[in-house]
């Protein structure tokens, strides 16, 4: 996954790296820093979907919407966009990746696999990176070998389930519950495949992205979000809330998120 206007430098300038390591000395360290930061730097958010548009999946319009010419760029999007982005930042780095196409499961029924989520390989171990999953993805890379292990991630807990060979399930403590978030398995997915999802979810009337705005910044602390008209500071564990009036919407996606619809 590349694009021909994808630029290493403007992206660890985007997502606020001083530096990215090279390919012999990037590690699970390194791939967590730049995990997080990009995660800490760049909103998920459906604003195009919201205005009536189809989320472009050409690697040059991602890379235009997120990066921009001078890494200065202010949009997000979601997870096709920012695990792609991701991608080829890794691709740029030769560091070997493939992508997985996920079961979201946190919905009433059952579901198509609409969600994407990216394996990474370092040494002789493999690590599930998700940076576009939204309110309760995942905040660093979580290693296949370490499977039925709770594994902190700043304020929250996540870990993977394997309920049987080859499948794995991405759990989060919610409440004090372990709720099942997305599933896959490890047959590699490429882009085109995630075209139809990506039109169903920029179009479907009965998909979050259709139905509300969503938008999720990460920081060190916890996160804050935007669904559909309520705001949501998470910190240090602890969740506050309050509704946004119509008039004051743009006012807050700007100050919270520096996002103009």
Not at 119 to 125: E, I, R, S
Not at 157 to 170: A, E, K, S
Not at 191 to 206: E, G, K, Q, R, V
């Amino acid at each position: 996954m590349y694009a021909a206007n994808f630029n290493l430098d403007l992206y660890a300038r985007r997502i606020g790296l001083d530096r990215i390591p090279t390919a012999t000395d990037f590690d699970a360290a390194a791939l967590q820093r730049m995990m997080q930061a990009q995660l800490r730097s760049i909103t998920f958010e459906n604003l195009d979907v919201q205005a009536g548009k189809i989320v472009s999946l050409e690697p040059e319009a991602i890379v235009s919407k997120i990066v921009g010419a001078a890494g200065d760029a202010k949009r997000g999007g979601y997870c096709y966009e920012l695990n792609g982005l991701f991608a080829m930042a890794l691709t740029a780095l030769q560091i070997p990746y493939f992508f997985v196409a996920c079961r979201p499961m946190f919905y009433p029924m059952r579901r198509p696999k609409t969600h994407m989520a990216l394996v990474v390989t370092l040494g002789d171990d493999r690590y599930l990176c998700d940076l576009g999953f939204g309110s309760y993805g995942m905040r660093a890379p979580l290693a296949l070998s370490q499977v039925n292990l709770p594994q902190q991630q700043d304020f929250d807990q996540f870990r993977l389930l394997t309920p049987t060979p080859g499948d794995y399930v991405m759990q989060a403590q919610i409440d004090g519950n372990w709720v099942s978030q997305f599933g896959f398995d490890l047959h590699p997915a490429e882009w085109i495949d995630f075209m139809p999802a990506n039109y169903l979810n920029s179009t479907h009337p009965d998909t979050v992205f259709v139905q509300k705005l969503l938008l999720i910044r990460q920081h060190a602390q916890g996160r804050t979000m935007l669904v559909g008209r309520e705001l949501k500071h998470s910190q240090a564990g602890i969740t506050q809330s309050r509704a946004v009036a119509e008039d004051e919407l743009d006012a807050v996606l700007l100050q919270e998120f520096g996002l103009q619809r």
